[in-house]
């Protein structure tokens, strides 16, 4: 597996082989928001950075997924339509929400690292 990356939305991404990026939420995430009971995947469309492209129900709240880069959503984890709990179960791998194809690979340089996610979290502690 390779490194992953993060967004201050408490976001992961981790590239792969094929040049796709696969994109979850974070264990910090799926603690703070509860059991996950509804995930609403993006379209295999386009999208811009900050775009709305998927939105998860909890039993605490419902929250929005941005497009983490540009990029082309190539591929969607079907398998949350039935089985949401997913998310919670296995936030870095089986509950990954969707694949997309960067614009720019470089643009994932520019995400935070393990050590600053690691920061981010503790500060907001």
Same mark, same amino acid.
């Given at each position: 597996?390779?490194?992953?990356?993060? =967004?201050?939305? $408490? +976001?992961? *991404?981790?590239?792969?082989?094929?040049?796709?990026? =696969?994109? #979850?939420? =974070?264990?910090?995430?799926?603690?703070? *928001? #509860?059991?996950?009971?509804?995930?609403?995947?993006? /379209? !295999?469309?386009?999208?811009?950075?900050? %775009?709305?492209?998927?939105?998860?129900?909890?039993?605490?709240?419902?929250?929005?997924?941005?497009?983490?880069?540009?990029?082309?959503?190539? +591929?969607?984890?079907?398998?949350?339509? +039935?089985?949401? /709990? !997913?998310?919670? +179960?296995?936030? !870095?791998?089986? #509950?990954?929400?969707?694949?997309?194809?960067?614009?720019? $690979?470089?643009?994932?340089?520019?995400?935070?690292?393990?050590? %600053?996610?690691?920061?981010?979290?503790?500060?907001? #502690?």
């Amino acid at each position: 597996m390779s490194e992953l990356r993060f =967004t201050p939305e $408490h +976001e992961w *991404l981790r590239a792969e082989a094929d040049g796709s990026v =696969t994109v #979850g939420i =974070t264990p910090f995430a799926q603690n703070a *928001l #509860g059991d996950v009971v509804f995930v609403q995947l993006p /379209e !295999l469309l386009p999208y811009q950075r900050d %775009a709305e492209v998927s939105v998860l129900e909890s039993v605490k709240a419902a929250s929005s997924i941005n497009m983490p880069l540009d990029g082309e959503v190539v +591929e969607v984890n079907a398998q949350l339509n +039935e089985s949401p /709990e !997913l998310v919670n +179960e296995d936030a !870095l791998g089986a #509950g990954w929400f969707f694949r997309f194809t960067p614009a720019d $690979h470089k643009q994932l340089d520019t995400l935070l690292d393990q050590q %600053a996610y690691d920061n981010l979290i503790a500060a907001q #502690g």
